[in-house]
T-cell receptor, first 114, second 114 residues
Framework: KAGVTQTPRYLIKTRGQQVTLSCSPI?????VSWYQQTPGQGLQFLFE???????NKGNFPGRFSGRQFSNSRSEMNVSTLELGDSALYLC?????????????FGQGTRLTVV | DQQVKQNSPSLSVQEGRISILNCDYT??????FLWYKKYPAEGPTFLIS?????DKNEDGRFTVFLNKSAKHLSLHIVPSQPGDSAVYFC?????????????FGAGTQVVVTP
């Protein structure tokens, strides 16, 4: 069974540019969440999508957005990139939003903003 | 505002001994707690969880203890093995909220020495 797939694995962008990251959840999983990991900050929740609807959003500026498609694949977009956006972006999928449903993480996309 | 705190950024332990990782939280609404393990270049993998209705949960070499009055949980790994060397994240959530919104601590790097 394939795991959560995130593309690309590594990305270098310039300040001011925008970037789109992709996440393909495990087959049959309908919930996708995004997290930002920076040194010393742990994983910060960005947003969660279920059935193409954003269910919850973390404390990030409006430059961070996302969407989910009918096949449950999700994309997140960051516009007007800042140096501080350099981080590992992790996607996690769950079968549904029921209690005790384990989240499976992808390997992440390492974004470097220069 | 860091609602989940792991105050020890690193821990070194001898193989065969017990590893004890600590985690404190500030939000009394949290009612579900999880531990994730992360190797470099991989996404976090779920280890063990505990609901606030329990004070202990055990799974093989891993045991999680929850002290609700102190808003403290700990993960015990017995016996520690070299393969346990990784970063361990404590996470918490409010089950009546979105399951996807996990609040993570900053992580503890565990090194198991021979």
């Amino acid at each position: 069974k394939a795991g959560v797939t995130q593309t690309p694995r590594y990305l270098i962008k310039t300040r001011g540019q925008q970037v789109t990251l992709s996440c393909s959840p495990i087959s049959g999983h309908r919930s996708v969440s995004w997290y930002q990991q920076t040194p010393g900050q742990g994983l910060q929740f960005l947003f969660e999508y279920f059935s193409e609807t954003q269910r919850n959003k973390g404390n990030f500026p409006g430059r961070f957005s996302g969407r989910q498609f009918s096949n449950s694949r999700s994309e997140m977009n960051v516009s007007t990139l800042e140096l501080g956006d350099s981080a590992l972006y992790l996607c996690a999928s769950r079968r549904n939003t029921a209690l005790n449903t384990e989240a499976f993480f992808g390997q992440g996309t390492r974004l470097t903003v220069v | 505002d860091q609602q989940v705190k792991q105050n020890s950024p690193s821990l070194s332990v001898q193989e065969g001994r017990i590893s004890i990782l600590n985690c404190d939280y500030t939000n009394s609404m949290f009612d579900y707690f999880l531990w994730y393990k992360k190797y470099p270049a991989e996404g976090p993998t779920f280890l063990i969880s505990i609901s606030s209705i329990k004070d202990k949960n055990e799974d093989g070499r891993f045991t999680v203890f929850l002290n609700k009055s102190a808003k403290h949980l700990s993960l015990h790994i017995v016996p520690s093995q070299p393969g346990d060397s990784a970063v361990y994240f404590c996470a918490a959530s409010v089950l009546t909220d979105s399951w996807g919104k996990l609040q993570f601590g900053a992580g503890t790097q565990v090194v198991v020495t021979p």
